[in-house]
């Protein structure tokens, strides 16, 4: 789960990390006025989004006054930013952070994410931040730095120093820089966080270190157990068939094509995603319904892949293992039936009971497509797009 740039920031703070001070705001008024509570002077009005890149998007600007503030506010909010992170959809803007503006001598990068390969958490850090990393890592691959914490000692304070030293910081600022560090960190680990980023962190005109900009994630599954976390979620920054999907149980990502999938496995969905592409189509979205899927699961996987408009035919593929192809096939009726359905639906059962499966397939009476192979019936699904002229 995402939160907002003003959300991290907060949290952040709360754990020692220097951040300007700031505000929100949800009206052009409000941004003059925070501006003007501010102590009137130069501000940066921020869009608050769940992405990054929002300053080559146009959704960061100085300002130098409150008026200016008020004015590059009128025009930010209710807008759709489009960054590289946010694909086409973008993301709306409803509220904004306003800060005082930071006199920068020098942007840094700092990141913390989870290492599957150690399965540890990993710092990344670079003397050259403001950009994405990935383009860091492209232009100037020996200013990144990598550090592996050890969870039986956590973040030892030799290693934070090791950081500040390998950014080339010095006097003061190395202190100042293992605070940040160990303040992420805990943040991180105390919060279950799977990701913590500071781009820019910067270095001030005065030599201090302080955060422009933050970005947390944490882990959906450790939700229960962090309710303060969970309550800074913002739905209207979701994707809205994630959304519905994952308030359902069903692990649904959503995909640019038109060819719905209800799929049993994540390896077959993957391989059925390489077979639709390969037949020259394109996936609407990953869907695996999971083992011993009752006809009710089946049901409302169909409803998830609905809510996206784009859908112009339905795959089911199932191999059934865990599963059984008799409750699937009759989800499969029982969504037809009762889900008003204007697409058509290819499906390719196989595995346990897949005869009792066909079988309530083929007296259904339903214009139902069959295939018996995973290439039919992408072939099929594909085909089924466009209704052939008459
Ligand atoms: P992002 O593009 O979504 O990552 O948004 P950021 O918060 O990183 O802002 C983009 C850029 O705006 C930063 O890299 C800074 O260069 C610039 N910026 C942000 N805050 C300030 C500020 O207080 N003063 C100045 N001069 N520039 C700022
Ligand atoms: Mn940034």
Redesign the pocket.
């Known amino acids: 789960m995402d939160i907002h740039?003003h959300q991290a920031k907060e949290i952040l703070a709360r754990f020692g990390v220097p951040v300007?001070p700031g505000a929100l705001a949800w009206s052009p008024e409000q941004a003059e006025y925070r501006a003007r509570e501010l102590g009137g002077g130069p501000c940066?009005v921020?869009a608050q989004i769940h992405?990054?890149?929002?300053?080559?998007a146009g959704?960061?600007r100085?300002c130098k006054s409150p008026d200016a503030a008020r004015e590059f506010a009128a025009a930010l909010l209710g807008r759709t930013l489009v960054?590289r992170q946010t694909g086409e959809r973008g993301r709306s803007v409803d509220r904004l952070w306003v800060?005082?503006?930071?006199?920068?001598a020098q942007?840094m990068y700092l990141g913390f994410v989870l290492d599957r390969k150690s399965e540890r958490i990993m710092i990344v850090a670079s003397r050259h931040g403001?950009m994405e990393i990935e383009d860091l890592a492209e232009t100037d691959p020996d200013s990144l730095v990598r550090m592996v914490i050890d969870p039986a000692t956590g973040l030892v304070e030799y290693q934070a120093r090791e950081l500040a030293f390998a950014l080339g910081l010095t006097g003061p600022q190395v202190a100042q820089m293992v605070q940040v560090v160990r303040a992420c960190y805990r943040a991180y680990r105390d919060l279950d966080a799977t990701m913590v980023e500071i781009?820019?962190l910067v270095v001030t005109g005065a030599g201090d270190l302080i955060a422009?900009?933050a970005k947390m994630s944490f882990d959906t599954n450790a939700l229960f157990r962090r309710r303060e976390v969970a309550a800074l979620r913002d739905r209207a920054q979701e994707d809205p068939r994630e959304s519905y999907a994952h308030d359902h149980g069903l692990a649904y990502v959503g995909l640019d094509g038109d060819i719905g999938c209800i799929i049993n496995g994540a390896g077959l969905a993957m391989a059925t995603m390489d077979m639709i592409k390969i037949a020259g189509g394109a996936p609407a979205n990953f869907l695996d319904i999971g083992g011993g899927a009752s006809p009710e699961r089946v049901c409302q996987a169909f409803r998830t892949v609905l809510t996206d408009p784009k859908v112009k035919v339905i795959l089911v593929n199932i191999f059934a293992g865990i599963n059984r192809c008799d409750w699937v096939a009759e989800g499969v009726v029982q969504a037809c039936r009762t889900l008003d359905l204007k697409v058509p639906v290819v499906v390719r059962l196989s595995g346990t009971n897949v005869e009792e499966g066909r079988r309530i397939v083929r007296e259904s009476g339903l214009p139902l497509v069959t295939a018996d192979t995973l290439a039919e019936a992408a072939d099929r699904a594909v085909a089924a797009r466009e209704p052939v002229a008459a």
Do not use: C
Not at 51 to 56: I, N
Not at 99 to 104: G, K, L, P, S, V
């Open positions: 740039e300007p940066v921020k992405s990054g890149g929002r300053g080559e959704g960061v100085v960054t800060e005082a503006a930071t006199d920068i942007e403001g781009n820019p422009l900009d």
